[in-house]
């Protein structure tokens, strides 16, 4: 059913009639934007007992897969790395085609922003491989000058180590660094999954361009982690407003996606 004004558009629900490769076409998304993906509790929590996998349903899934799909670079604070056990971002043969068809590397780049560089070099992010899968790329991690000079180069044998920023990391200089290493600089794709402490200073920084929410069907209560924690906000509208794009509904849940509105000019 279609909801709201004629600009919104119905799209069929993820694994209720479109497959992989038409789910995709539903998410394009422009070139060279930034993009977050979360999903939420009916009262803007983003976990359950300090993960958010609890949150998501098949629905969720498939349209996470086809996201990273999409994506050149998938984004990840390390709060979320080690909660979640992050892995290298794995994409089935039939999407790979795709991504080399569209130009991109057949799989998405993993980056993750620690501002104190500590990472598990044994952690699967850096060295999990997959039997029918290509070698990943080369993770990289995004610290800055104040992280332990220890933590940079053990991590530095394990993946591609930048410091980007003296007390904290410069998010901004990080997503130029990451758009030069695609092959189109710039029509590179970016995807953040988390956490929400990243969310929030993509907002503050001005940097995100589009997010797409799942709205689960759970209350969390309160002392639970929000959507957008550490959020600065600005006296500038522009950073704050969003726009509906598209509206489905799946496995009791409700997907949104919303596009930052910018001034022209």
């Known amino acids: 059913m279609l909801i709201g004004a004629s600009r919104l558009h119905h799209l069929e629900a993820p694994g209720g009639g479109l497959d992989a490769e038409e789910l995709e076409a539903a998410y394009a998304h422009e070139p060279g934007t930034v993009r977050a993906n979360f999903s939420v509790t009916l009262d803007g929590a983003v976990e359950l007992d300090g993960r958010s996998g609890g949150l998501g349903g098949d629905a969720d899934r498939d349209l996470l897969a086809a996201l990273r799909a999409l994506a050149d670079v998938v984004l990840v604070g390390a709060g979320t790395v080690r909660a979640e056990g992050y892995g290298p971002v794995w994409v089935r043969a039939s999407r790979r085609q795709r991504?080399?068809?569209?130009?991109?590397?057949?799989?998405?780049?993993?980056?993750?922003?620690?501002?104190?560089a500590d990472l598990d070099p044994g952690a699967r992010l850096f060295v999990e491989r997959r039997e029918g899968q290509p070698v990943p790329p080369r993770p990289v991690v995004l610290t800055c000058l104040a992280a332990p000079a220890e933590r940079r180069r053990r991590l530095a044998d394990v993946a591609d180590v930048r410091v980007v920023g003296d007390g904290e990391v410069d998010l901004a200089a990080a997503l130029v660094g990451l758009r030069a290493d695609c092959a189109s600089p710039k029509e590179a794709r970016i995807l953040t999954e988390g956490g929400p402490r990243l969310l929030g200073d993509l907002l503050t920084a001005g940097l995100l361009d589009e997010l797409c929410l799942t709205h689960s069907p759970f209350v969390a209560g309160p002392d639970r982690v929000r959507?957008?924690?550490?959020?600065?906000?600005?006296?500038?509208?522009?950073?704050?407003?969003f726009r509906l794009e598209a509206v489905h509904a799946a496995d009791d849940r409700l997907f949104t996606r919303y596009r930052l509105l910018r001034e022209e000019g």
């Open 227 to 241: 959507l957008c924690q550490g959020w600065r906000p600005t006296p500038d509208p522009g950073q704050r407003r």
């Open 99 to 116: 991504r080399v068809a569209r130009g991109q590397a057949p799989l998405p780049t993993l980056a993750v922003v620690t501002g104190t």
